[in-house]
Structure formats: C-alpha cells, structure tokens
C-alpha cells in the first residue's frame, strides 16, 4: 500500500483502503499519490489494475 505523497512505481488504476471505492488512476509512473478524498478513512493506495504499456 502506498501513501499519499509517495511516487506512482506503476501505472494502473488505484484505490484507496477505506472500503468506499475512491480511486486514483495514473498513466504516468512518477507522479505522486493525492491526499485522501474528503470524507475518506482510509490511509494508503493499493493498485488493483496494473496498466501494460
Ligand atoms: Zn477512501
């Protein structure tokens, strides 16, 4: 799981652990995971479809 803030190691889409499907996807290794959406309770990301280029 990775923390808002920490570098995109992948691209693929991305969800949040609070259980209410917020999600993050990034085509762009690099980036920066976003801070968690408002309302969230979750802490981290976890990849859930890896992209292939
Ligand atoms: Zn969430």
Do not use: L, N
């Amino acid at each position: 799981m990775f923390k808002p803030g920490e570098i995109v190691p992948e691209s693929g889409i991305y969800e949040c652990e609070c259980g209410q499907r917020h999600r993050y996807s990034s085509d762009v290794r690099g980036h920066r995971f976003p801070p968690p959406y408002e309302g969230c309770t979750g802490t981290g990301w976890k990849i859930i479809t890896p992209a292939h280029d």
